[in-house]
């Protein structure tokens, strides 16, 4: 079956750096875009970025451009998640997900979904 495994959350200082991995296994990696999503306690899942299967394209929420970058390895199955300059509102449960088409953007055009990472930005 398909599964999405995220790692490399954790606790971090304010302006510190973090890179989340995920990877994938039971799809064929290059039939998808992926997608990060985070959510924080008492608040919707959010887009957070998004590329697209050949990595050419992506897309970030504005208020993570020029902080985050989304990047993947399709020789490994793998799409990456660098966080710079965090801070303490970048606390949150990050998802990744798998898109199969539609606007990936939108989570509701993901299919599958990894269990989440925790981030946790200490001020």
């Known amino acids: 079956q398909v599964q999405l495994v995220e790692s490399g959350g954790g606790l971090v200082q304010a302006g510190g750096s973090l890179r989340l991995s995920c990877a994938a296994s039971?799809?064929?990696?290059?039939?998808?875009?992926m997608g990060w999503f985070r959510q924080a306690p008492g608040n919707e899942r959010e887009f957070v970025a998004a590329i697209s299967w050949s990595g050419r394209t992506t897309y970030y929420a504005d208020s993570k451009k020029g902080r985050f970058t989304i990047s993947r390895d399709n020789a490994k199955n793998t799409v990456y998640l660098q966080m710079n300059s965090l801070r303490p509102e970048d606390t949150a449960v990050y998802y990744c997900?798998?898109?199969?088409?539609?606007?990936?953007?939108?989570?509701?055009?993901?299919?599958?979904w990894g269990q989440g990472t925790q981030v946790t930005v200490s001020s």
């Open positions: 039971g799809l064929t990696f290059t039939n998808y875009a």
């Open positions: 997900a798998a898109s199969y088409n539609g606007d990936t953007r939108v989570d509701v055009n993901y299919g599958y």
